[in-house]
């Protein structure tokens, strides 16, 4: 019924920026929330942002006023623009959809991940 990808990782300096883009294919996106969430060796998945069918975001706390979450509804892609990158960033980000929760439990179409490396 659908299917999400991820692209747009790789390894950046702290300070840099980054943007990572998610293609979601299937007309059942346009009508869900959409959320990214990230996890880091050894460490539980956590959400990143979301963004619901209506435009409204939410941000974790330690990403507030550096990450930006968006979406073209017509095209169904989301973006995660990430400036002034930290060390602490470094994780796999993975793209999901479905319910507009902050339990990863909640969201029904994941993609596979992209590496975000920030080296200090």
């Known amino acids: 019924q659908g299917q999400l990808v991820e692209s747009g990782g790789g390894l950046v300096q702290a300070g840099g920026s980054l943007r990572l883009s998610c293609a979601a294919s299937?007309?059942?996106?346009?009508?869900?929330?959409m959320a990214w969430f990230r996890q880091a060796p050894g460490k539980q998945r956590e959400l990143v942002a979301t963004?619901?069918?209506?435009?409204?975001?939410n941000y974790a706390d330690s990403v507030k006023g550096r990450f930006t979450i968006s979406r073209v509804g017509a095209k169904t892609m989301v973006y995660l623009q990430m400036n002034s990158l930290k060390p602490e960033d470094t994780a796999v980000y993975s793209c999901?959809?479905?319910?507009?929760?902050?339990?990863?439990?909640?969201?029904?179409?994941w993609g596979q991940g992209t590496q975000v490396t920030v080296s200090s």
């Open positions: 963004i619901s069918r209506d435009g409204t975001t």
């Open positions: 299937g007309s059942i996106f346009t009508r869900v929330a």
């Open positions: 999901a959809a479905w319910r507009l929760d902050t339990d990863p439990n909640a969201y029904r179409y």
